[in-house]
């Protein structure tokens, strides 16, 4: 693609859009009376018009029906988590047995780990990134330390290079070697926060399996964002958020993937409740659990049906448009953002001077999804509270870390030359 970084140019490719007339099917936050350039899909996606109808719905049935909702609603809710299975399946590349919706993000890692994580006096470690989300940190600390290991001896965190801002995944690879017969699990974010790097889950799987080790995925930021084969790639477990690059709202429910194989063993160690239940019998409340052959046996509650119900209004939108034209514009638009910021760091700043911009995001499309973070060398958070002023929502993190997320749903081409303009402001000034 040979980008221009004019009006014009970011016109026709809007006009060239298919999924143009979607940014019309989202409410785009405004501010000062004017609308903002939303960059945070990656934080918190923004809400489908839909959304209020969709849990109208269930407020609506409640009132009317109470308890017989369960069953009388218009989408009965003892079976709400249902309507989810195949379209999150395509969105993954899972099996639809293998995905279900439930509980939070941090709940469902822990509860995964709770089976996929099984440490003996031998095999107890985990490979894991350094700098890992901070919740992620928390979580596997916890874990192993509940096990009765230490997390000094047990964690091992796999970090940038000296000088390099992404893992290698040489280096991934190599520390799932060498920990080999003591690895008892591989826990990664598939798409690290920071950066954007995208992980080679395949190839990583392969390594972790070939020690014996089991391999999973915390996808907060892969799902809705990235290709996903979590089945092909025989991924052994996977969660997910629903309020980044979903949209289905503050604090959504989140989706989980546990590999056929995993499903169809009835004996493996969990947590679990009466959701989990075998459903021909889940209701004759008998003693002794029966975990369904799906990944639902981890469900523990009924569904949250309000939550869910945001949930689905978004999902129903991926489903229409599916994740093959999702992926395509989501290429042309971060390859946009990244030519921007290139040409502007080369037109407008001199790195002799110690001012430029830095892209940390790696420049393969096969490494990437939609966000593209840059380092704002000799800035501090004054651009940052520039761009803002100026109706640019995008992510600061201290001391000169800028991360953009133009999605494609509901950003556009223009979205970013406008971002472009207001950048050489607020870097001239
Ligand atoms: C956003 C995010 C979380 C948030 O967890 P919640 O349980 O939803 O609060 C966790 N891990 C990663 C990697 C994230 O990006």
């Keep these: 693609m040979n980008y221009e970084n004019s009006i014009d140019f970011a016109q026709k490719m809007d006009e060239q859009d298919e999924l143009k007339s979607y940014r019309d099917k989202f409410y785009i936050p405004v501010i000062n009376g004017k609308q903002t350039i939303y960059f945070t899909g990656n934080s918190l996606g923004l809400q489908p018009k839909s959304t209020q109808k969709y849990i109208n719905q269930e407020l609506e049935d409640w009132a009317q029906w109470g308890v017989e909702g369960h069953f009388h609603a218009k989408n009965p809710w003892f079976a709400y988590h249902e309507m989810f299975t195949e379209p999150i399946s395509k969105i993954v590349g899972a099996l639809p047995k293998e995905v279900v919706v439930m509980n939070n993000l941090t709940v469902n890692l822990n509860l995964l780990m709770v089976s996929f994580y099984r440490p003996t006096k031998e095999r107890y470690k985990i490979v894991c990134e350094a700098k890992a989300f901070p919740s992620d940190q928390y979580a596997l600390e916890m874990q192993v330390k509940s096990a009765g290991f230490n997390p000094e001896d047990a964690l091992i965190e796999v970090a940038p290079r000296e000088g390099e801002r992404t893992t290698r995944h040489e280096d991934i690879i190599d520390a799932i070697e060498k920990a080999g017969s003591s690895l008892a699990c591989v826990m990664i974010g598939g798409v690290n926060y ?15 399996h070939k020690v014996g080790a089991n391999c999973g995925f915390d996808l907060a930021h892969g799902a809705g964002n990235i290709e996903l084969k979590l089945h092909e790639w025989n991924v052994d477990f996977a969660c997910w958020c629903s309020y980044k690059y979903l949209n289905s709202g503050p ?33 004759l409340m008998e003693k ?12 523990m509650s009924n569904a949250p049906v309000l939550t869910m119900a945001a949930h689905k209004a978004s999902i129903d939108i991926f489903d229409e448009v599916g994740m093959d034209k999702l992926l395509k514009k989501q290429r042309l638009l971060s390859g946009y953002l990244e030519f921007v910021v290139d040409e502007i760091s080369e037109t407008y700043l001199n790195k002799s ?3 430029w911009l830095e892209i940390i995001t790696p420049r393969d499309w096969s490494e990437r999804g939609c966000q593209v973070s840059v380092i704002a060398h000799g800035f501090g958070r004054a651009l940052f509270d520039k761009l803002l002023n100026e109706g640019v929502i995008s992510d600061w993190r201290e001391p000169n870390a800028i991360r953009m997320a133009p999605v494609p749903l509901y950003n556009s081409f223009e979205d970013i030359y406008r971002f472009g303009e207001i950048l050489i402001k607020a870097i001239s000034q």
């Design 288 to 299: 002794g659990f029966k975990p369904m052959k799906s990944a639902e046996a981890w469900q």
């Design 194 to 208: 920071f950066t954007g790097q995208v992980f080679d889950m395949k190839a990583i799987t392969e390594a972790a």
């Design 251 to 283: 604090g959504g429910v989140s989706g989980v993937f546990v590999h056929e194989r995993h499903c169809n063993n009835t004996e493996l160690p969990r947590f679990a409740g009466w959701w989990g239940h075998e459903k021909e019998t889940r209701f």
């Design 353 to 355: 001077e110690g001012k």
